[in-house]
Nanobody
Framework: QVQLVESGGGLVQPGGSLRLSCTAS????????MAWYRQAPGKQRELVAA???????NYADSVKGRFAISRDNAKNTAYLQMNSLKPEDTAVYSC???????????????WGWGQGTQVTVSS
């Protein structure tokens, strides 16, 4: 199992930026895919972005061109840079580590979840 700790959430105005961080500890820290999910009130959790240990990525259509996922394998940390934020981006963002499908759209084996961090986009 992998332990994940997120940071970087907060309140930002529309059009602003935030960067989320997710640091992993435990076993298999260098081989898993890391991903960010979000869940807004009354909505299902959705995959926002995923990145393999080799740097391949996948993004939800709603965030393409605005969000960027990256990782520093030496620090066991993944990042989500969020730009041009919109009120509809408001949600609890959670980090995941696991094994994913080849297209990075489906979680096949879960190895851990973070506790979640709140992102609120409002004027």
């Amino acid at each position: 199992q992998v332990q994940l700790v997120e940071s970087g959430g907060g309140l930002v105005q529309p059009g602003g930026s935030l960067r989320l961080s997710c640091t992993a500890s435990g076993s298999r820290t260098n081989i898993y895919t890391m991903a960010w999910y979000r869940q807004a009130p009354g909505k299902q959790r959705e995959l926002v972005a995923a990145i393999t240990s080799g740097g391949s990525t996948n993004y939800a259509d709603s965030v393409k061109g605005r969000f960027a996922i990256s990782r520093d394998n030496a620090k066991n940390t993944a990042y989500l840079q969020m730009n041009s934020l919109k009120p509809e981006d408001t949600a609890v963002y959670s980090c995941n580590a696991g094994r994913y499908s080849v297209d990075l759209k489906t979680l096949l084996t879960n190895w851990g979840w973070g506790q979640g961090t709140q992102v609120t986009v409002s004027s």
